[in-house]
C-alpha cells in the first residue's frame, strides 16, 4: 500500500457531536446513508469520511460508520468523475469493484471502509 496524505475529515450531517466539519470536501460531496433501505427505521447514522492523496494518482477515501447499533447502506456523492471506485481489502489490501445499484454497499456498527478511486 502506498503512502497516503491525509487530506481532511469530513462528517455527514447531523454530526455526532457539534462542531464538526461537515461534508462537502475535496473529494466528497455527500454521503447518502441509511439503517435500512427500505424505510422501517428512520434513524440515519453519522459517517465520518476521511479523505487522503497517493503517490499513485489515485484518491481514497475512509469511510467509518459512527453508529454502535446500526449497519449504514451508503453511496458517496464524488465532486469529480472517477473511472473506477475499489474497496481495499483489510485483510490483503487487495482492491475488489463495488456496487453502489442495486443492494448497495454496507458498513458495520463501528466499522469502516477504504475506498480507492481511480480517475
Keep these: 500500500m502506498n503512502k497516503l496524505d491525509s487530506t481532511g475529515v469530513y462528517f ?5 457531536v457539534p462542531n464538526l466539519s461537515t461534508l462537502p470536501g475535496k473529494l466528497i460531496k455527500n454521503v447518502t446513508a441509511t439503517a435500512s433501505p427500505r424505510g422501517f427505521n428512520k434513524t440515519v447514522p ?4 476521511g479523505e487522503f492523496a497517493s503517490q499513485d494518482g489515485n484518491d481514497y477515501v475512509m469511510l ?16 469529480k468523475t472517477y473511472r473506477k471506485i475499489e474497496k481495499i481489502s483489510p485483510i490483503d489490501g487487495l482492491p475488489s469493484p463495488t456496487d453502489f445499484t442495486k443492494y448497495g454497499e454496507w458498513i458495520l456498527p463501528g466499522h469502516g471502509v477504504l475506498l480507492k478511486m481511480t480517475p
Design 12 to 16: 455527514t450531517s447531523p454530526t455526532p
Design 46 to 49: 453519522a459517517v465520518m469520511v
Design 64 to 79: 467509518v460508520n459512527c453508529s454502535l447499533a446500526y449497519s449504514v447502506r451508503y453511496k458517496p456523492d464524488t465532486v
